[in-house]
Each structure stands twice: as structure tokens, then as C-alpha cells.
């Protein structure tokens, strides 16, 4: 019986085919719970979604214990890597206007903005009214006893309004931050990789303009995370980081290029940290494995 649960583990773990199964195993497991708590009946579901919800808490802890293609697979029981990176934006989108309430207008010590001279909060108030006029035609098209069909309709705006504050509020709501003995540098509300400190061997300020409005590229091997159309600050690694998007696989990169506001000062930061010089303790290894292990490496 052992022999066959090893044969069957190995399986899962290291075949392709075994990988895609984990991988979509969501699709199979998350409606076989939904049709589960409606046979049970409410209260019944209620407790059979809360032990779901755990047994995925408990399905994380161990990944974050295990690390490697064992906590790799162990993650992909949840669902897809790629799923879990869109969820993961997805909240991170409906939660911006709390963002937007509970944080301060300036940055905190540790926080570097570059939202200086964005234009995209003009872009989005020159959309609103767009939206707001297309919601409005598509509901008087609507009969009025299609109820359903204009709360649908108006959920999809909602939805679209929500998308629109977070692109445009996204690079002031999310600045470059100091934490656990890394940088966390942002693009936006899609776009992340953590950088540690002592892993810096070189900076270089330098602004050069990106073409198009993307704010992910890839340059002779860089990673460019842009904004206003332009980067201005370039750091070399002794050690590859991942770059985490949210619509493709994350990148492995040894070099990146962020915009800032105030790049001297940013500099500043890496300067006073020489290589080895930034004590890391056991919990901040953890942080630093944290968006691989909520976005998984594809």
C-alpha cells in the first residue's frame, strides 16, 4: 500500500501530466464543495465551506514548510499558479478603494513614490463619463422586468469603475517600500518583485524613456518596470529575483530598472548596504519566499 501512495506522490510531483491534474484539480474540487453544502443544507454548508477555507489555510502553512517542487506541489492543490496570481490581483483591485481611505496622502519613512507627473488619473476622470453614459444607455435598453439582467449589467460597471481607480491610483496607493531587509518595487497595481538589499552590487541612475505604455518589458535581459513612460533607476543583482505579473509566468532577473520620483535618495539606500551587510533572520527569508509561494514559479 505504501509502494502504491509513493508511486502515486511521485507521479503527482514530478510527471507533467501529474502536474497538470494538481493544477486544474480546482475545477473539479471547488464545484464538488458548492454542490456539497447545496445537498447539506445551509448551516451544514456554511461549516463545510469554513472546513474548505481551513483545510486551504493548512494546505499553505505546509507548502511555506516544505519550499521547493514539495511545497510547489502542495500549492497546486489550491488551484493553477496563474490562477492564483489573478486572484491574488483581483483582490488586491476590489480592496484599493479601502487602500485609498486608510492610507496617508504622502509616503511613510521607508516608501518611495513615482507617480510624480502620471497622467493616468486624467486619462481615468476622462473615461468616467464614458462609463458612466454607456451604463446608463444599456440600462434603458434593458426591459424593465429584466431585473437580473440590469443588476448583472450593473455589477460589470461596477467592476469596470473599480478597475479604472486602481490603474489610475495603482503607482500613489502602491510606492516602493524598505521592508524586512528588502525593497519591495511596484508597478502599479499588476506588477512586483522583491529586491533584497545585500543581493545589490550596482546602482546606476539613469533615466531612459520606454516606448508604448506597458508597464512590464523586457530589455537586453533587464526587467523594466516604467511609469510615465520612462525608468530611472538600474540595479544589478548578484542573485536572480522573481518578477511577479500578473498575466503570464513570473520572470527570473539578475538586473531591473524602476522609475522613482526621488532616485538619489532610493540610491542612497543600496549605497549604505554593502553586499553582506544586511542581517536577514529566518523570518525574513520567509517574506522574501512569500510571492513565490502565493504566485507559484509556473
Excluded at 134 to 149: D, N
Excluded at 153 to 159: G, L, N, P, S
Excluded at 241 to 270: H, N
Amino acid at each position: 500500500m505504501s509502494s502504491k501512495l509513493s508511486i502515486l506522490f511521485h507521479w503527482l510531483v514530478l510527471s507533467d501530466r501529474g502536474r497538470r491534474v494538481r493544477r486544474w484539480s480546482f475545477l473539479v474540487t471547488l464545484p464538488g464543495a458548492f454542490a456539497a453544502a447545496l445537498a447539506v443544507g445551509l448551516g451544514a454548508g456554511i461549516a463545510l465551506v469554513a472546513a474548505r477555507f481551513v483545510l486551504a489555510l493548512i494546505v499553505v502553512g505546509v507548502a511555506w514548510r516544505l519550499g521547493g517542487e514539495r511545497g510547489e506541489a502542495v500549492r497546486d492543490l489550491l488551484m493553477h499558479p496563474r490562477v492564483r496570481r489573478y486572484v491574488r490581483v483581483e483582490m488586491r483591485v476590489l480592496g484599493m478603494p479601502f487602500a485609498a481611505m486608510a492610507r496617508p496622502w504622502r509616503c511613510a519613512p521607508g516608501e518611495f513614490s513615482y507617480h510624480r507627473g502620471d497622467e493616468r488619473p486624467a486619462v481615468a476622470l476622462a473615461l468616467l463619463p464614458m462609463l458612466f453614459a454607456e451604463a446608463a444607455v444599456v440600462h434603458l435598453l434593458l426591459p424593465g422586468s429584466w431585473l437580473w439582467a440590469q443588476l448583472a449589467v450593473a455589477a460589470v460597471h461596477v467592476y469596470g469603475l473599480l478597475w479604472l481607480f486602481a490603474w489610475a491610483a495603482g503607482p500613489r496607493l502602491r510606492p516602493h517600500r524598505i521592508a524586512g531587509g528588502s525593497l519591495l518595487v511596484r508597478g502599479g497595481v499588476l506588477h512586483e518583485a522583491r529586491v533584497p538589499l545585500d543581493a545589490v552590487t550596482a546602482v546606476a541612475v539613469r533615466r531612459r524613456s520606454v516606448g508604448g505604455v506597458a508597464g512590464f518589458s523586457i530589455d537586453d535581459g533587464a526587467v523594466l518596470l516604467p511609469a510615465r513612460r520612462r525608468v530611472d533607476l538600474w540595479l544589478d543583482l548578484a542573485q536572480p529575483i522573481m518578477v511577479v505579473r500578473p498575466l503570464g509566468p513570473p520572470v527570473w532577473t539578475s538586473r531591473i530598472a524602476i522609475a522613482a520620483d526621488e532616485p538619489g535618495r532610493l540610491a542612497t539606500v543600496f549605497e549604505t548596504q554593502p553586499a553582506g551587510a544586511v542581517h536577514r533572520s529566518k523570518r525574513a527569508h520567509a517574506l522574501l519566499a512569500l510571492p513565490e509561494l502565493l504566485y507559484g514559479s509556473d
